[in-house]
């Protein structure tokens, strides 16, 4: 059979480069987790090597080589004479494979090592810049990071737009044309609802949720709703880490990271269930691909639908809270005993604009986003230059959110992302709000009780329908082919939008818009 | 200046190799450590293969054109022409770099893999079977490891023994036929010490250690001492795992474990204070030569001697714990308000026949030693089969220490060792006991009020004594070279055994021998 030929050579061929990528994952999380401070500047090499022998074998002559026998490998279009004998599996893992090779070979050996060398000691930088609150101390790298990220687009060529070559790093297949499109129209909806909401009489009270919480007592509760989920703790890890992430260096191990405020539990509990999403999409990504591009995640707007479908669909919905908060009540009983279900739910559910992206209810985080998609397009537009973002982000803050926050540490230093290099990433966030609502749809549609079953704690039903429909495809199906098959429609607005119209029209009180 | 481009091509060549290794390390490191269950399968491959690539790079056809310049590749002599442009450290840097060459492209690549693959498999069946007191199901495992290290040794070529292909990899320069003389006059000495001591009316308090203490605790008392020894936690950590380690991925980065009973502090607290030794070496090692092989540990054997120098010589005296007792009392106030100085010093130094090696006295552990050392050399020389270990075992354990281990788990499942592969690793604990006697005569010797500052809990003269005189030169010098230049003389029982009948004369009042 020639499609298991072909799985089978791309496979041999692609383990060792998988296994590299598995190890400076490991570095990587170490970094995060465990690894002593001193220890910064020898991991930085050490990742930088790494990633550079992986680019290596991914761009090897070996590569083309065994790639060639199948397609044409400027083009990735498959040879017309061997057409014909290569079924849907294959024909995916040779568009998937190509994909990535045509990602690597675009850049020079030298530029993958110089860009890993330069992230590692940035984010090592900017973390201690986060805690000292200056830019000044970060800015210097910023710029260089923002500098190798034009000259990766050089390489990488861009046919309308410079963002464009970034963006599709990402979220294989948008565009800045189209996702300024749908965040225009997203924006049209958003900001007239946030303004009926904040001109409601209702105002949940925020006291109720920080009363201080012991560090181990909220791991313990995330821990149980882990388990709740279907996360297997026997190929999985919880740990604390200064943003939460989760990695995987195989489906059978597949670790996420909460971040714990003694103060407010909310944090790290909803840290637990996001990242959870997450390691339920790597502890069900198909085995049988692994090593090779199809055993991965089709985009990380795919990726971000799984953990905000249960950090947000389930996790702040009533019917789940009808299940856990005994459960809650029982690990903080002196916090919780004059708290209803009630003031739980609207509490959690509040509206509010913040400066904190992690920390923003459903409706405002995508203002967050939406300002750091404008200010990145900018920035690689050349519209905008580093030095002026800390008041480009204040104006921002202000004419989307009416606030403007004090310090740099809740303004533009507050996020991981660019320290990594990570410019093209943030839209993903709201990609995966507005996939997750779609998602969740089809899942009550095709499942009539499974708010029942939520409502009685038992969420294994959702973790095995997402299995079935998303998780065990890797990357057969692209982004868009994957919510087709799935849901019968491309992405809209309309799912997320009258989720979040149903849910705060009832907390608060508001009435029905006329269309 | 030519020894500093030989340095500097030598470095810039092996640092990937460094980073491989490095990577190798954590990958192990966190198996032991925080892996999850489910992940051992992808951890032994991702490891394999990063080996391979490490073996790869290390016998490169790059590697020989560079060493080609100023050696001949078979024997390892500098060349004629160029011998007197090169300065010392350039010559111990070709030696060394030399020897893992030689080492390596001995071993065809494939051999490699299978070789790591298989102990990978293996050390996980290993712990289950000691779990289980099941030597069936770790029989198979150990006999193809047995069955690769001969094949090893057809690889190495073995001139006298086929044994000293293997205790060269761990101690370089010892020969079958030069531990055999060396342990048998050892064996000559300590049995009848130990008789005498058996024969002694004094029976210090086994009890007084075994009262229950909590893990925390345990881990703080842990840290301080290690703090004490001037171990830097900001290049390090103290983890938990099976079997205590210490492992370097660079002199800013190296890291311990212990482990941790309930019941008696002792176990933890020595592990603490013996990896503890082998960290401050590792912490020590210049980071000028890092990447190469003069940057590295001379042997296990000088490694093990700086373990056991900090763990017998040091935290078995009594100065040591008139400092520390105080500490240990506040740490336990309940355990240890009827236990005086004198009662616990008797107590740690008592000695007994025992089962586990790890739990020893610094007399008994000795011929703990002897007995692996018998096994494993037989092993080689085809005298003894896998099958007859159990058996073989406990008939040496009647032998040497007139006790039997009821189950293989209190027998030959007891040590890690065998599991990965490390068959010649043994002899270098007992080598470390006499090279650390031996190099702790010599720091009284050089330091007068050396005691008076270790019995005032000041232990870093020590500490830097040891930086300048062994840690700082790497592998600059040969083991036997370094203990010549350290302590004038080559190594030699007497410092060890008049430190051992000094002791215990005084602790279980025995009369002085004539000699």
């Known amino acids: ?48 090597t790494l990633q550079g022998l992986a680019h290596e074998r991914l761009t090897a002559p070996e590569t083309e080589e065994l790639l060639g026998q199948w397609m044409d490998l400027n083009t990735g279009q498959p040879l017309r004479n061997s057409a014909g004998e290569l079924d849907d599996v294959t024909l995916a893992l040779l568009r998937e494979t190509w994909r990535d090779y045509h990602k690597a070979v675009q850049l020079p050996n030298d530029f993958v090592c110089r860009l890993a060398h330069t992230c590692s000691l940035a984010q090592q930088v900017w973390a201690e810049a986060k805690t000292r ?27 309308t737009h410079p963002y464009d070559a970034l963006l599709d790093l990402y979220e ?36 109720i949720l920080k009363r201080g919480y012991e560090r181990e007592r909220q791991l ?17 890890r919880l740990d604390v880490s200064a943003h939460p992430f989760t990695t995987s260096f195989h489906s059978t191990d597949v670790r996420l990271t909460t971040r714990v405020s003694e103060e407010d539990f909310t944090g790290s509990l909803f840290s637990c269930i996001h990242e959870g999403g997450h390691g339920l999409y790597d502890q069900g990504l198909p085995a049988a691909y692994y090593g090779t591009s199809l055993g991965e995640a089709v985009s990380l707007g795919i990726h971000e639908s799984q953990s ?18 005994p459960l809650l009540r029982r690990t903080f009983p ?47 537009e050349d ?53 997750a609502a779609q998602f969740f749809d089809q899942a009550k549609r095709e499942m009539p009780d499974l708010i029942e079953h939520i ?32 849901t019968g429609e491309p992405l809209t607005l309309a799912h997320f939008m009258s989720y979040v119209e149903d849910k705060y029209a009832e907390i608060y009180h508001l009435e029905k818009e006329t269309a």
Request: aromatic share 10%; charged share 20%.
């Open 1 to 48: 059979m020639p499609s298991q030929t072909a799985l089978e050579l791309l496979q041999g061929h692609f383990r060792p480069f998988a296994h590299l990528n598995s190890a400076v994952s490991l570095l990587s999380w170490d970094q995060e987790t465990y690894m002593p401070a001193g220890g910064g500047q020898a991991r930085a090499e050490q990742i930088a």
């Open 133 to 159: 609150n200056d830019f000044a101390s970060f800015l210097p790298h910023l710029k260089q990071i923002v500098d190798l990220k034009k000259e990766e687009v050089t390489y990488r060529g861009a046919a």
């Open 172 to 207: 294989p297949g948008v565009t800045t044309a189209s996702l300024t499109a749908l965040f225009g129209a997203l924006k049209a909806k958003l900001v007239p609802l946030l303004n009926r909401i904040l001109e409601s009489p209702v105002r949940p009270s925020e006291e």
């Open 220 to 236: 313990e509760l995330g821990r149980a709703i882990l388990t709740a989920m279907g996360y297997d703790f026997g190929c999985g």
């Open 308 to 325: 905000r479908l249960w950090e947000n669909c389930v996790g702040l919905s009533r019917p789940f809270w009808q299940h856990f908060y």
């Open 334 to 380: 002196a916090q919780m005993q004059d708290v209803s279900l009630d003031a739980l739910y609207t509490a959690l559910n509040r509206v509010f604009p913040s400066f904190i992206r992690v920390d923003a209810d459903e409706l405002t985080y995508n203002l967050h986003i939406l300002l750091r998609f404008e200010i990145e397009r900018d920035l690689m």
């Open 383 to 435: 519209r905008v230059r580093v030095e002026e973002l800390p008041a480009l982000w204040r104006d921002k803050m202000q004419a989307y959110l009416g606030i403007v926050p004090p310090t740099d540490r809740e303004g533009l230093l507050q996020d991981v992302h660019w320290s990594i290099g990570a410019i093209g990433y943030f839209p993903t966030y709201t990609l995966g709000n507005l996939y």
């Open 455 to 486: 409502a009685a704690g038992d969420l294994i039903p959702l973790k095995q329908w997402l299995n079935d429909k998303i998780h065990r495809w890797g990357r057969l199906h692209t982004a868009d082919e994957l919510v087709r098959r799935v």
